[in-house]
């Protein structure tokens, strides 16, 4: 039996490249959160809405990410 270590290693990279952006997008989407939270609280409306609008994309962008790996793992949706 022979190992392939460059495809192994191209499946560590590719892990953790995946790995990092969906942290990188769920970060975003925590971070928009609580920039529309903060803007609420002190009363601000400057560019409260386009805070919201970027939440709900990165949120978007998360759920998308979720359902994609779900349609991945499952055999039935293929």
């Known amino acids: 039996m022979s ?3 460059s495809s192994l290693g191209l499946v560590t990279l590719v892990t953790v490249v995946g ?4 942290l990188a997008v769920t970060s975003a989407a925590v971070r928009m959160l609580t920039a ?3 803007k609420r ?5 400057n560019g ?3 805070a919201e ?5 990165f949120i978007a ?10 349609w991945l793992i499952i055999p039935y949706f293929h």
């Open 19 to 22: 790995a990092a952006f969906i």
């Open 48 to 50: 409260l809405h386009a």
């Open 36 to 38: 529309v939270r903060i």
């Open 3 to 5: 190992i392939d270590w």
């Open 41 to 45: 609280r002190s009363g601000e409306v």
């Open 53 to 57: 609008v970027a939440a709900g994309f």
């Open 61 to 70: 962008c998360v759920v998308a990410i979720a359902l994609f790996g779900l």
